[in-house]
């Protein structure tokens, strides 16, 4: 099926398994050295990431170490009953979803923003020092922003709650609030990665044709329009790659993120799958447990994936496969 | 050509708005780096409100720079980070790029093969073992080979590679090329603002290199950067409670946030340095127009 | 005795951070008697005859020094001569050597020798009850220094009554518990609280009366560190489980965890406790003890004297004493400690021969000379003796020879180890030690070490997320105490937990029987 478009101009209206299998010894032949360029990376796929997925079949059994895979008794779906009939489920699947959503509506727009208006700076330099400022935070790791974090929020001592007091107002106890808390995980990550996410974008601009832009300004398109119509296309199908990637692991929301700024006072709004998992699998070394709930989170992205990438293709955009 | 008022009045508040955003992601940064600079007791005293320290000092630099383990540390990451990032994209560059071609035969399936390992992982154990059975352990080929290339880069490439134009390479092939000739002539010289975006994201990835160590090598003088200065920062607050845990601690050295920082500024400097000099590939319209005009 | 030994002259102040830090990495080990020069005699350890080829040995386990010791440490060199061995020993890094640990057990790649955390690993006590490991029960015996380990902790190690474990073993007492601004108590004139309401008492005093007399309304009664140490004083149980008439009584559903949570509360309510406290971490709390706003500090005693010696930079008489006990209505009591830090196994794929030749290794590393070698290295290089005091040259701290590299693998029961800490003055050690002696009449241990229960594995996260979560919520005023009437309630029918309690108790009067 994959191979149909291309070789189809060979004219057989009716490919017999036989001529099929001669196509695919031309394309073969035609291609050698195309696919002598893709072997490196096929063979890493194949020895580095299917080789172990063996890994994945302890999510069926009850996997002690000491027996390994081959003795280790199997148990069926125990595991994802186990996990699913949690009374708790529920709000975990709440709050990952609602974490989840919160970043792709509010994070994931903002570095392409971002790049937007990067591109839109005149002063060459400017740009350069603005660029090499944002991309910064990155590399700062969660424990190092949850300590920044404390500094500007605790009661006893957080800035914003001194201003507060100096103000008039009464304390706000930010850190132990569910209301705020999601919210505040959300400020959090776009202060990290926003500057990160654009060089991705900014590279995909860099291949645009600079004879469109003049093209464009002859025919009196201002900058708004511009990028409308020229930057913002020639962006689209990484926008579209990136989000159908991000639907992949809307399950996922960044354990250290959350284990790091949650307590026992925000566990309502802050207990997520992965939070679980951990507390309740890894901690406990419950390695089927894990592997099962691992499992459940990777189906339910492959699903969204293979939807997401169905709507992209009816669109006319190649989509991630 | 004239510049409208709407158009001034928007670069103005574009200046304005990324000056406001640079300060902000700046801020923190500059918070650090004060207090790796500044002496513990001082820190302390101002309960960690430190906005210009009294007096400088370089002791958390010092003790960090001291330790034998450092050079050689700093030696194995920048290894990592240069011939991990040349290999990541050579491999990363060529897969995508033949899967980019629509003549090539299998490539859906193999894009959904890359798509699964994305969402698909198998955990800690057999990836271990795999390391072991291949002879790896020990070896910094084990912090390389892993993580060689990743599925969401090939994919997000050959987007990249999408765009250049089929009559590109048949002009080439006339010219007696074959595709891998034009791999390297024709298509990485105008792939220069995705080389370095990607170079970028494998430098720092190399450089970050820490789990991987833990688990692959016991030989601690062929620990990277990452993993030598978090010893000297045993960190505590993502351990687990609990009595024996706290006992242990009691026999640790909890550090200084002084030193925390300078850690971080040490570990992050050099691969800082990397960005602006990729940054002039991000730079407008690379030779792509000219050969398609 | 030789008290004048057991106590570390400070070497000359050097003001260098870097020096003061790697000295203090030496503490642990210096509460030791092993005198300079030792006469110890030999335990058998050693390997005779020069002709025997040295026996290999692969050891797994962690470190806390700045770097691990490299494969040619001197030290190394010297137990290996002494004990006739030839050691590979993997030192994994203290961030993510759990992670290792785990690996290395599931792949079966495990050294001779292996190092767990503690009893909570469930994938090693499985592997242990599968009979991956020997049981050196019958051996033990043979070796004179392993076998002065206390029975307390050997016993509490067993699994399924047998000895498949040797601990990495600690002192008992002077584990963690409050710790009282002693100046602060005499400013106030107040006198070392002894009941939970003197305590309370004390604490808001330390809030409201300007302890530090710095004219400020600035300080905190108590940093809420371990705050679940309060709650346990007032149920008179170390953690969740106490044993009353031969019974485990899970302490969560007693009237004396209301009780602690009603107190913790007030001090909440009263700002005696900061607003944090939920969120701080160990730095934070330690940091708040450094910057002189913390009355009460929970640490060891050893582990303290970090937070006294912060705050001295700031107010040079401030003075963390370590509290003997505390009384409630339930009885007086401190907490006693585990007693090990960290576990050693022996996989059964070791030869029986070669698994005796590593318990004499061990042993000679619980002899007075080889603990000595562990935690000084070698005299003249590593340290110097100078009247009798042990100092630790700047080469042991190049090399890395210290209780928290070596001493991780080779311990000796030293009931006064954690009452020392380097640059601590002599009074302090000596006040220490009394306080030492003196919570051993009151010690309450954790009960439930090395208990396990099926049920517990699989749905005890879970309830104990949510019981903790409602102490939080109590203490910081969120949720009223009915709520926590309710949920006990609630636990009280549930029948996954009371299956955790029936379990807790099988699993306690196992090991009982097996004892008996």
């Given at each position: 099926m994959?191979?149909q478009?291309?070789?189809?101009i060979d004219?057989?209206?009716?490919p017999?398994?036989?001529?099929?299998w001669?196509q695919?010894?031309?394309?073969?032949?035609?291609?050698k050295y195309l696919?002598?360029?893709?072997?490196?990376?096929?063979l890493?796929?194949?020895?580095?990431?299917?080789?172990?997925m063996?890994?994945?079949?302890?999510a069926f059994?009850?996997?002690?170490?000491?027996?390994?895979?081959?003795?280790?008794?199997?148990?069926?779906?125990?595991h994802f009953i186990?996990?699913?009939?949690?009374q708790?489920?529920?709000?975990?699947?709440?709050?990952?979803?609602a974490?989840s959503?919160?970043?792709?509506?509010?994070?994931?727009?903002?570095p392409?923003?971002?790049?937007?208006?990067l591109?839109?700076?005149?002063?060459a330099?400017?740009?350069?020092?603005i660029?090499?400022?944002?991309?910064m935070?990155?590399?700062l790791?969660?424990v190092?922003?949850?300590g920044?974090?404390?500094?500007?929020?605790?009661?006893?001592?957080?800035?914003?709650n001194k201003?507060?007091?100096s103000l008039?107002y009464?304390?706000?106890?930010?850190?132990t609030?569910?209301n705020?808390?999601?919210i505040m995980?959300?400020?959090?990550?776009?202060w990290?990665?926003?500057?990160?996410?654009t060089?991705i974008?900014?590279?995909?601009i860099?291949?645009?044709d600079?004879?469109?832009?003049?093209?464009a300004?002859?025919?009196?398109a201002n900058?708004?329009?511009?990028?409308?119509?020229?930057?913002l296309p020639?962006?689209?199908?990484v926008?579209?790659?990136?989000?159908i990637?991000?639907?992949g692991?809307?399950m996922?929301?960044?354990?250290?993120?959350?284990?790091?700024?949650?307590n026992?006072a925000?566990?309502?709004?802050a207990?997520?799958?992965e939070?679980?998992v951990?507390r309740?699998?890894?901690?406990q070394?419950q390695?089927?447990?894990?592997?099962?709930v691992g499992?459940?989170k990777?189906v339910?992205g492959l699903?969204?994936?293979?939807?997401?990438?169905?709507?992209a293709k009816?669109?006319?955009?190649?989509?991630?496969? | 050509?004239?510049?409208?008022?709407?158009?001034r009045?928007?670069?103005a508040?574009?200046?304005?708005?990324?000056?406001?955003?640079g300060?902000?992601?700046?801020f923190?940064?500059?918070y650090?780096?004060?207090v790796s600079?500044?002496?513990?007791?001082?820190?302390?005293?101002?309960?960690?409100?430190?906005?210009f320290?009294q007096?400088?000092?370089?002791?958390?630099?010092?003790?960090l720079l001291?330790?034998s383990a450092?050079?050689n540390?700093t030696?194995?990451?920048?290894?990592l980070a240069?011939v991990?990032?040349?290999?990541?994209?050579?491999?990363t560059?060529?897969?995508?790029?033949?899967l980019s071609?629509?003549?090539?035969?299998?490539?859906r399936?193999m894009?959904?093969l890359i798509l699964?390992?994305?969402l698909?992982?198998p955990?800690?154990?057999p990836p271990?073992?795999?390391?072991?059975?291949?002879?790896?352990?020990?070896?910094?080929?084990?912090l390389?080979?892993?993580v060689l290339?990743?599925?969401w880069?090939?994919?997000l490439?050959?987007?990249f590679?999408?765009s250049?134009?089929?009559?590109l390479?048949?002009s080439a092939?006339?010219?007696?090329?074959t595709?891998?000739?034009?791999?390297?002539r024709?298509?990485?010289?105008l792939?220069l603002?995705?080389?370095?975006?990607?170079g970028l994201?494998?430098?720092v990835?190399?450089?970050?290199?820490?789990?991987?160590?833990v688990?692959?090598i016991?030989?601690?003088?062929?620990w990277p950067?990452?993993?030598?200065l978090?010893?000297?920062l045993?960190?505590s607050?993502?351990q687990?409670?609990?009595?024996?845990?706290?006992?242990?601690m009691?026999?640790?050295?909890i550090?200084?946030?002084t030193?925390k920082m300078?850690?971080v500024v040490?570990a992050?400097f050099p691969?800082?340095c990397?960005?602006?000099?990729?940054?002039?590939?991000?730079?407008?319209g690379v030779m792509l127009?000219s050969?398609?005009? | 005795?030789k008290e004048?030994?057991?106590?570390?002259k400070?070497?000359?102040?050097?003001?260098?951070?870097?020096f003061v830090?790697?000295?203090s990495i030496?503490?642990?080990?210096?509460?030791?008697s092993?005198?300079?020069?030792?006469?110890?005699?030999?335990?058998?350890a050693?390997?005779?005859s020069?002709q025997e080829?040295?026996?290999?040995?692969?050891?797994?386990?962690?470190?806390?020094t700045?770097?691990?010791p490299?494969?040619?440490n001197?030290?190394?060199?010297?137990f290996?001569?002494?004990?006739?061995?030839?050691?590979?020993?993997t030192?994994a890094?203290?961030n993510g050597?759990?992670?290792?640990?785990n690996v290395?057990?599931a792949s079966?790649?495990?050294?001779d020798?292996?190092?767990?955390?503690?009893?909570?690993q469930?994938?090693?006590?499985?592997?242990i009850?599968?009979?991956?490991?020997?049981d050196?029960?019958?051996?033990?015996?043979?070796?004179?220094?392993?076998?002065?380990y206390?029975q307390e902790i050997?016993?509490?190690?067993?699994?399924?009554g047998?000895?498949y474990?040797?601990?990495?073993?600690r002192?008992?007492?002077?584990?963690?518990?409050?710790n009282?601004r002693?100046?602060?108590?005499d400013?106030?004139?107040?006198?070392?609280?002894?009941?939970?309401?003197?305590?309370?008492a004390?604490a808001?005093?330390?809030?409201?009366?300007?302890p530090?007399k710095?004219?400020q309304?600035d300080?905190?009664g108590?940093?809420?560190?371990d705050w679940?140490?309060?709650?346990?004083?007032?149920?008179?149980s170390n953690?969740k489980w106490?044993?009353v008439?031969g019974?485990?009584?899970?302490?969560?559903?007693?009237?004396?965890?209301r009780?602690?949570?009603?107190?913790?509360?007030?001090?909440?309510?009263?700002k005696?406790?900061?607003e944090?406290?939920?969120v701080?971490?160990?730095t934070?709390f330690e940091?708040?003890?450094?910057?002189?706003?913390a009355?009460v500090?929970?640490d060891?005693?050893?582990?303290?004297?970090?937070?006294t010696?912060g705050?001295?930079?700031l107010?040079?008489?401030?003075?963390?004493?370590a509290?003997?006990?505390?009384?409630s209505?339930?009885?007086?009591?401190?907490?006693?400690?585990s007693?090990f830090a960290?576990?050693?196994l022996?996989?059964?794929k070791?030869p029986?021969e070669k698994?005796k030749?590593?318990?004499?290794?061990?042993?000679?590393?619980?002899?007075e000379?080889?603990?000595?070698?562990?935690?000084?290295?070698?005299?003249g290089?590593?340290f110097?003796?100078a009247?009798?005091f042990?100092?630790a040259t700047e080469q042991?701290?190049?090399e890395s020879?210290?209780?928290?590299?070596?001493?991780?693998?080779?311990?000796r029961?030293?009931?006064?180890?954690w009452?020392y800490?380097v640059?601590m003055?002599k009074?302090?050690?000596?006040?220490?030690?009394?306080?030492?002696?003196?919570?051993?009449?009151y010690g309450?241990?954790?009960v439930?070490?090395?208990?396990?229960?099926?049920?517990?594995l699989l749905m005890?996260?879970d309830?104990?997320?949510k019981?903790?979560d409602m102490?939080?919520k109590?203490?910081m005023?969120?949720e009223p105490i009915e709520?926590?009437?309710?949920l006990v309630?609630?636990?009280k029918?549930?029948?996954?937990?009371?299956?955790?309690?029936?379990?807790?108790n099988?699993?306690?009067?196992?090991?009982k029987n097996?004892a008996?």
């Amino acid at each position: 099926m994959a191979m149909q478009s291309e070789v189809q101009i060979d004219g057989l209206a009716k490919p017999t398994a036989r001529s099929r299998w001669k196509q695919v010894m031309y394309g073969l032949k035609r291609d050698k050295y195309l696919y002598l360029l893709i072997a490196p990376g096929l063979l890493f796929f194949l020895l580095f990431k299917y080789v172990p997925m063996w890994g994945i079949v302890i999510a069926f059994q009850n996997y002690s170490p000491y027996m390994g895979i081959t003795e280790s008794p199997w148990v069926g779906f125990e595991h994802f009953i186990r996990f699913f009939s949690n009374q708790d489920f529920y709000l975990l699947f709440r709050n990952t979803m609602a974490i989840s959503l919160l970043k792709l509506l509010f994070f994931f727009p903002l570095p392409i923003l971002l790049s937007l208006l990067l591109n839109e700076l005149r002063s060459a330099v400017y740009k350069k020092w603005i660029q090499s400022i944002v991309y910064m935070p990155h590399f700062l790791s969660w424990v190092i922003i949850a300590g920044i974090t404390f500094l500007l929020l605790s009661q006893s001592s957080g800035i914003v709650n001194k201003m507060l007091v100096s103000l008039g107002y009464a304390k706000y106890d930010f850190l132990t609030n569910e209301n705020n808390f999601w919210i505040m995980l959300v400020i959090q990550n776009i202060w990290k990665e926003t500057g990160w996410g654009t060089i991705i974008f900014l590279a995909a601009i860099a291949g645009v044709d600079p004879q469109l832009y003049e093209a464009a300004k002859m025919d009196g398109a201002n900058r708004l329009r511009q990028a409308w119509h020229i930057t913002l296309p020639a962006i689209r199908s990484v926008i579209v790659i990136l989000f159908i990637l991000r639907l992949g692991d809307i399950m996922d929301v960044g354990f250290e993120q959350v284990f790091l700024m949650m307590n026992g006072a925000v566990s309502n709004v802050a207990d997520v799958f992965e939070t679980y998992v951990y507390r309740v699998g890894i901690q406990q070394g419950q390695f089927s447990f894990s592997t099962a709930v691992g499992l459940f989170k990777s189906v339910v992205g492959l699903i969204l994936v293979i939807l997401a990438n169905k709507v992209a293709k009816r669109f006319g955009e190649e989509g991630v496969y | 050509m004239k510049r409208s008022i709407s158009g001034r009045l928007f670069d103005a508040a574009n200046i304005t708005v990324l000056a406001l955003v640079g300060i902000l992601t700046l801020f923190p940064l500059y918070y650090v780096v004060v207090v790796s600079f500044t002496d513990p007791a001082e820190y302390i005293r101002k309960q960690g409100y430190v906005l210009f320290p009294q007096s400088w000092t370089f002791d958390s630099y010092n003790y960090l720079l001291s330790t034998s383990a450092f050079k050689n540390a700093t030696l194995i990451s920048a290894f990592l980070a240069i011939v991990g990032t040349a290999l990541s994209l050579v491999v990363t560059s060529a897969f995508s790029y033949g899967l980019s071609r629509k003549r090539l035969q299998g490539r859906r399936f193999m894009m959904l093969l890359i798509l699964i390992t994305i969402l698909f992982g198998p955990g800690l154990i057999p990836p271990y073992l795999l390391v072991r059975d291949l002879g790896l352990i020990n070896s910094v080929w084990s912090l390389i080979l892993p993580v060689l290339t990743s599925g969401w880069y090939v994919i997000l490439m050959k987007s990249f590679f999408d765009s250049i134009p089929v009559e590109l390479e048949e002009s080439a092939v006339i010219d007696g090329s074959t595709d891998i000739g034009v791999f390297f002539r024709i298509v990485l010289p105008l792939s220069l603002p995705a080389l370095a975006a990607f170079g970028l994201f494998y430098a720092v990835g190399y450089w970050n290199t820490f789990f991987n160590a833990v688990l692959y090598i016991n030989d601690y003088t062929k620990w990277p950067l990452q993993l030598v200065l978090r010893n000297m920062l045993i960190d505590s607050s993502t351990q687990a409670g609990g009595t024996a845990a706290a006992e242990m601690m009691a026999e640790q050295n909890i550090p200084t946030e002084t030193l925390k920082m300078a850690a971080v500024v040490i570990a992050t400097f050099p691969i800082l340095c990397v960005y602006p000099f990729l940054q002039k590939h991000f730079a407008k319209g690379v030779m792509l127009g000219s050969v398609k005009g | 005795m030789k008290e004048k030994e057991r106590f570390m002259k400070r070497k000359a102040v050097r003001p260098s951070f870097v020096f003061v830090l790697a000295v203090s990495i030496l503490s642990g080990c210096s509460g030791n008697s092993a005198p300079g020069t030792s006469t110890s005699t030999n335990t058998g350890a050693t390997g005779t005859s020069a002709q025997e080829k040295p026996t290999e040995i692969s050891i797994f386990t962690e470190f806390s020094t700045s770097e691990p010791p490299a494969a040619d440490n001197p030290v190394t060199k010297e137990f290996e001569k002494r004990t006739n061995t030839k050691l590979n020993i993997t030192w994994a890094s203290p961030n993510g050597w759990e992670e290792k640990q785990n690996v290395l057990l599931a792949s079966g790649d495990m050294p001779d020798l292996m190092k767990i955390k503690d009893m909570k690993q469930t994938q090693a006590i499985t592997m242990i009850k599968q009979g991956a490991f020997w049981d050196l029960g019958p051996y033990l015996k043979d070796y004179e220094n392993l076998s002065a380990y206390p029975q307390e902790i050997m016993d509490r190690v067993k699994v399924d009554g047998k000895q498949y474990i040797l601990p990495s073993v600690r002192p008992l007492h002077g584990s963690s518990f409050f710790n009282i601004r002693q100046d602060w108590l005499d400013n106030l004139g107040l006198k070392m609280p002894r009941t939970m309401d003197e305590f309370y008492a004390a604490a808001k005093a330390f809030v409201e009366q300007d302890p530090d007399k710095n004219g400020q309304a600035d300080t905190y009664g108590y940093n809420g560190k371990d705050w679940g140490k309060v709650i346990g004083i007032f149920n008179h149980s170390n953690g969740k489980w106490k044993e009353v008439d031969g019974k485990l009584v899970d302490t969560d559903l007693e009237p004396g965890t209301r009780e602690g949570l009603l107190y913790l509360n007030k001090m909440y309510t009263e700002k005696i406790i900061p607003e944090d406290f939920a969120v701080m971490k160990t730095t934070d709390f330690e940091n708040m003890a450094k910057a002189g706003k913390a009355g009460v500090q929970m640490d060891t005693t050893e582990g303290v004297f970090r937070s006294t010696e912060g705050a001295r930079k700031l107010d040079p008489k401030a003075d963390f004493v370590a509290m003997t006990y505390l009384e409630s209505a339930a009885g007086k009591m401190v907490h006693t400690g585990s007693g090990f830090a960290g576990l050693y196994l022996i996989p059964k794929k070791v030869p029986e021969e070669k698994m005796k030749k590593i318990l004499a290794l061990m042993d000679y590393g619980a002899s007075e000379e080889g603990f000595e070698l562990a935690c000084y290295g070698l005299e003249g290089v590593h340290f110097t003796v100078a009247d009798g005091f042990k100092t630790a040259t700047e080469q042991a701290v190049k090399e890395s020879v210290s209780q928290s590299s070596f001493g991780k693998i080779f311990t000796r029961y030293d009931q006064y180890l954690w009452a020392y800490r380097v640059g601590m003055p002599k009074d302090m050690f000596e006040r220490n030690k009394n306080i030492v002696d003196e919570r051993a009449n009151y010690g309450i241990s954790d009960v439930s070490i090395g208990l396990l229960s099926e049920t517990d594995l699989l749905m005890g996260p879970d309830f104990n997320k949510k019981i903790e979560d409602m102490k939080i919520k109590v203490i910081m005023g969120k949720e009223p105490i009915e709520s926590w009437d309710a949920l006990v309630e609630t636990l009280k029918a549930d029948a996954n937990y009371m299956k955790i309690i029936e379990e807790f108790n099988q699993a306690y009067q196992d090991r009982k029987n097996a004892a008996s």
